[in-house]
């Protein structure tokens, strides 16, 4: 009997042991999946058929700018003077740029991201431009009277469903713009698809933009980037006003070391156009200037450039190849919003491209949400599930062995599609979207990462 009992006591002994054994080696392993570090991987992207369901094309093609307004530039007087003061910035940090090549990801100028200068604060620009936008009325009047009117009043009410790392910034602020240029080569992109407007003109919220084209390029240059053009649907745009623009710009920026070109298969470098809402205008009107017989043709004079159309209608395809254009982009972030932006119809335009000599390029996104401007499109919300979204976007585009792909966008915050830092905030009735539970940055890293798999992809593609 004391023997059993000592035995007893010895097992129950072990079992405690054990037990506390066990539960000090649990408590190790939570505690070092709470140190895993932030660019752990998020494992294999959903498959696409895992996303919402592919949604009827719906008749929600109104553009970014509905009506453009000739803008007086009384009140960027001071954007003449950000050049000589970005420079005298940039003399002062230049010596950490060798620095900055060994730390950063290296450029991959096939990956190009839709960049937005628009935004202005009291501080730089006298007055809120773009945070402050205008809730858009539905077009149906019966719908419209069902939601909210006015205008968002920042810095605490913006017009966007997230708000910034940076605050309701001013996009003259240098310190801003090195600040974007830094987080857009973090993520390994190379050229910067800069939104423009001809000198003295703007979309109806905004004010002219040109005069800080100088400072983006120097900067973006700073950081080894590149800059081409993302010409918006300004007044009268036509094939004349085309040519001059294009002669504008090239002759402008064109040699500044920032200035994108783009090497052909023939071996030519050409600038390159992304011309949204190009649908807008008539093929006949596009071929007097994108065709060699054409009236006003570009084609063979030192102004040729690579010229690229939005996609939106699957006719489109067959316009933009009757009008002369060398590619086509899809732009929107909303998998089954338009034909050109579902995912599932990228195949069959690159084999449409492929047989007419044209580039295909598709555009990626983290997700689309724009309540906050237009509050009833809810059904076009795009949830980014965590990265998730955004990854299946990317992976769609990889199986159909683009050059390029557009990624849309680093800042265009008022439909969500940004990939800049983000922070959590609430202010009074407004609780902003986030990045949790991931950092500020995680899109730019998962950008960074994508980015990585197409160059060791394209190795592959190019055996």
Not at 209 to 232: G, Q, S
Not at 273 to 285: G, H, K, M, Q, R
Not at 386 to 411: C, D, H, M, Q, W
């Amino acid at each position: 009997i004391l023997n059993y009992d000592i035995m007893a006591r010895f097992r129950r002994r072990t079992c405690i042991i054990l037990l506390l054994f066990i539960l000090f080696i649990c408590s190790i392993m939570m505690a070092l999946k709470t140190l895993r570090p932030d660019r752990a991987g998020f494992g294999d992207p959903f498959g696409l058929g895992l996303l919402p369901e592919l949604q009827q094309r719906t008749v929600l093609l109104d553009s970014k700018q509905n009506s453009l307004n000739r803008v007086q530039g009384d009140t960027v007087t001071r954007v003449s003077n950000l050049h000589s003061i970005a420079v005298n910035t940039m003399k002062a940090s230049m010596s950490p740029v060798k620095k900055l090549e060994e730390e950063l990801s290296s450029p991959n100028y096939n990956f190009h991201i839709f960049y937005y200068t628009w935004y202005g604060n009291p501080q730089f620009d006298g007055k809120y431009i773009h945070w402050n936008h205008p809730l858009l009325p539905h077009w149906d009047p019966k719908i419209a009277n069902n939601y909210p009117k006015g205008r968002h009043n920042p810095p605490e009410d913006i017009g966007a469903n997230f708000y910034p790392e940076l605050g309701s910034y001013s996009s003259k602020d240098p310190a801003v713009i090195e600040a974007h240029m830094k987080q857009m080569r973090s993520a390994s992109t190379g050229v910067i698809v800069l939104s423009w407007y001809p000198p003295g003109m703007a979309d109806e919220n905004g004010e002219p933009t040109d005069d800080l084209v100088p400072v983006v390029l120097d900067y973006a240059h700073k950081y080894n980037l590149k800059v081409t053009f993302h010409i918006e649907p300004y007044k009268d745009r036509d094939d004349r006003s085309m040519y001059h623009n294009v002669k504008y710009i090239i002759d402008k920026y064109g040699s500044h070391p920032a200035f994108y070109r783009h090497k052909t298969s023939t071996g030519r470098l050409l600038p390159m156009f992304y011309v949204y809402d190009s649908y807008v205008t008539i093929p006949e009107i596009w071929a007097n200037l994108l065709t060699v017989s054409g009236s006003q043709s570009i084609r063979n004079t030192p102004y040729d450039a690579l010229f690229i159309a939005l996609l939106v209608e699957e006719r489109h395809k067959h316009d933009i190849h009757r009008s002369g254009f060398d590619g086509m982009y899809t732009y929107f972030a909303t998998n089954g919003f338009s034909y050109g932006s579902s995912h599932h119809n990228w195949a069959g335009l690159k084999a449409f491209c492929d047989s007419n000599n044209l580039m295909f390029i598709p555009s990626v996104g983290p997700g689309y949400i724009d309540t906050s401007i237009r509050p009833w499109n809810n059904h076009n919300t795009r949830n980014r599930v965590n990265g998730k979204y955004y990854e299946t976007a990317f992976s769609a585009a990889l199986l159909v062995r683009p050059e390029i792909i557009s990624i849309t966008s680093f800042n265009e915050w008022h439909e969500g599609t940004q990939i800049e830092k983000a922070v959590p905030k609430r202010t009074g009735q407004v609780v902003y979207l986030d990045y949790k539970p991931h950092k500020s940055n995680v899109y730019l890293e998962l950008t960074q990462k994508w980015s990585e798999k197409y160059r060791k992809e394209q190795e592959q593609w190019l055996m």
